[in-house]
């Protein structure tokens, strides 16, 4: 039988590689550890990347061990998924990967201009009735861009074309610097060697949607600092499946 909640968060206060910060705390305590991950944590200069809505982990882990040369950050708010990445990753002796459970909303907290080169978001919620609270809306890429380099990279990897619709009409919209796009990353032989490479990381919920017959898309862009971002004004069609513990959440056929 597996761990509890409740033992899980015993061990993660433990885990020197997880930093708990959600709403409850994060007004009352500053983040130390802001403007200094390389020198206080890391301990050396490498490039900085976050997974945003790590669930579990598994996506960090894999990209810290492909990647030793860069440093991983995984961040959730669900800590007992977290467990599972933050125990294999001090089982492994992986020294480039921390956890932060924090809410995404407030990220900026906990970062300081330019310390970051890159933003994951891996299967993230398409939010199809709520704009503001989609990962690649303006709303968090203003947010992304307080501490992200100008020109940042943002990985958006997703079963929900309902989002990769949106993100690309937005990347469009604003005139965002494209570096790789694929509405089919599994079966397209027009990718870089080193996205390639990334194929070989899958999480398990991933493994769930190809197995079902969904499409992964995967949208690589760029994010400088001088752009004035807009929404897009367009109607979009809703997904028409369930993922894993979602639904459409609305009576209608489109959302913007």
Known sequence: MGKGKLAKF??????????QYPYSVVEHIPFALQGHWHEDY?????PIVLELG?????????LAKLFPDV????????GARMWTGATQAIQEGLKNVAFLRTNIEIIERFFAPGEVQEIWLTFSDPQMKNPRKR?????????????????????????SNFLFTYTSYLVEHNHLPVV??????????????????????????????IERGLNIKYLQFRLPHATDLEEPDVEIELDDYRSYHRDKRSPKETAK
């Not at 990381?201 to 991933?206: D, G």
């Open 135 to 159: 990962l690649t809306s303006t709303y968090f890429l203003e947010r992304y861009r307080k501490f992200l380099t100008d020109g940042g990279t943002i990985h958006l990897k997703t079963d």
């Open 10 to 19: 015993a061990d993660m206060a433990t885990y020197e590689n997880v930093f």
């Open 71 to 78: 440093n991983f950050i995984g961040v959730d708010i669900k």
């Open 54 to 62: 790590c669930g579990k982990g598994e996506y960090t882990v894999g």
């Open 42 to 46: 890391f301990h050396n200069q490498n």
């Open 180 to 209: 790789e796009k694929t509405n089919d990353l599994y079966h397209t032989s027009e990718l870089s060697p080193l996205t390639t490479q990334l194929l070989n990381i899958k999480t398990y919920y991933e493994t769930m949607w």
